[in-house]
Structures are given as C-alpha cells and as structure tokens.
C-alpha cells in the first residue's frame, strides 16, 4: 500500500511556525487538505496556507486560542461544514515558560498547563463528533521526551507533555471501539524558534545526551506525523513514538 493522505482533511494547531508549520505542509505533500490554527502570527500563518494552497490543496488558517473551548468548536465547525469531514486532527500547539519551581509563579504554571494540555482536551473532544459519524479518525498529539524523562526547571511544561501520554491512552481506549485512533508523538530537541534561545552550553549538553548526536529537524517529526495520519498505521492507537535520535531510550 503506497503511504497517501488523498481524501483525506486535517487540522495542525499552532500551524504557523515550527514543527506545527511542518507537519501542515507534509500533509499536504502527501494529499490532505488542511486547516491551521495559531495565537498570534497573521502573516507567518497566511504564508502557510499559501504553501498549501501552492501544492494543489484547499488551505486554511485561522486565528483561534487553543485555550479556548468555544473557539475550537467553531474551528471544527468551520471544517466539517465546509469539507464535509474531519479526518485528521493534530494537537501541535505548545508553549514553555521555563523555570524551577522554587522560582516558578502561579501564572506560569497555569499558562503552560492550560495552552499545552487542555487544549488537547478541547480539540480532541470537539472532533468526536465528526469522527465518530465517520468510524474513522486519526488523532496525533504532540508531546515530548521532556514529557518521559523529566527537565529541571520544566516541571510545568514536563506535567503537561507527560498528562498528554496519559490522556491519549485513555482517550484511545474510549474512541476505538468507534474506529477512531490516538497516538502521542514525543519529540526530542528539534530546532525551532521555542529551542533557539537556549545558549551554546545547554545546547552541546543536549547534544551530547542524544546518541544519534544531533538535533533533530521539525520535518522528521512531520513524517512521523504522517505515517500515524494515515492508513498505514490503522492497527496503531494508544502508542507513543519517540523522534528524539534515541535521547529518551
Ligand atoms: P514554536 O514556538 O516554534 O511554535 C508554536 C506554535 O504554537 C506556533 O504556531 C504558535 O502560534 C502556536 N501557539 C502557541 N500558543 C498557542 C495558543 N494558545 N493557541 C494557538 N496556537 C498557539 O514551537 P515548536 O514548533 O518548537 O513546538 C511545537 C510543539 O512541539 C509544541 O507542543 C512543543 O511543546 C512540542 N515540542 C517541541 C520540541 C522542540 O524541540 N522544538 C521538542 C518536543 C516537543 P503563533 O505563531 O501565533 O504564536
């Protein structure tokens, strides 16, 4: 069977940028038709749908707190009535505010949690619907080796990547019996703009802690997204896939 997502529509939160940006436009390369969202870049989420729409497919970007319940109804909405299905959702959309806890106020630890995890309850739950009238789904959430191993100064960010895990398999166990898959992708460090400013130590520290000895790059993390999206991964839910150059092993 060749590796296709004609037919198929998704939705990339926080599309606008980085490993989000990557994974909208693999889909497309491989036949999606795709929505994004994002927080706040207008012109870097309108250049994506642009990319979109250059390879032959229907684009869309929408302005839409992933934090935000309702807005992520009307985001779903929009699609299904206007492309008739949802097939593939990707909750990508995240944040860090890092610091050790001794240091770390209230304000970012609630930011963290609310944008990286609740809105994977939102979406996820919004698109049951439609999926379920469809027996058929497929649902990637983005979280991270930071999410297995734990990081100082990230437990905020770390207990939202790791309630990810915890979600989706409960999810997944809810949904499959409708034909509607979940599986966790968990990312080690790959280069974009949320890695940039780390600094040339903790960088070569990073490094030096990944075997394959090199940062990975958000296109490698979009093919893994491309395989669970599509009908070659229909006996896989409920798994976590590691693309960390084997950090977490
Ligand atoms: P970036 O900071 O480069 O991009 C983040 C994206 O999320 C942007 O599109 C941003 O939109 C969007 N976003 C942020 N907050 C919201 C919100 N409240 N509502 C809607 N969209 C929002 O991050 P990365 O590409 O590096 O990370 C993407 C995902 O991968 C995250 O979940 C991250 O935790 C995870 N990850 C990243 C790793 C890495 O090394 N980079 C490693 C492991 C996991 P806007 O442009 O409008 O701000």
Known sequence: MALTLEGKTALVTGGSRGIGKSIAISLAKFGADVAITYARSVEAAEAVKAEIEALGRNAKCIQADAVD???AESVV???????????????NAGITKDNLILRMGEEEWDAVITTNLKSIFNYS??????????????????????GINGNAGQSNYSASKAGIMGFTKSYAKELASRGIRANVIAPGYIKTDMTENLGEKVLEDIKQSIPLRRAGEAREVADA????????????????????????M
């Open 125 to 146: 739950k919004v698109v049951a619907r439609p999926m379920m009238k469809n027996r058929s789904g497929s649902i990637i959430n983005i979280s991270s080796v930071v």
């Open 77 to 91: 909405n929009e699609i299904v009535t206007d492309w008739g299905k949802l097939d593939v959702l990707v909750n």
């Open 69 to 71: 319940f309702a807005q």
């Open 225 to 248: 997204v491309v395989f669970l999206a599509s009908d070659m991964s229909l006996y896989i839910t409920g798994e976590v896939i590691r693309v960390d150059g084997g950090m977490a």
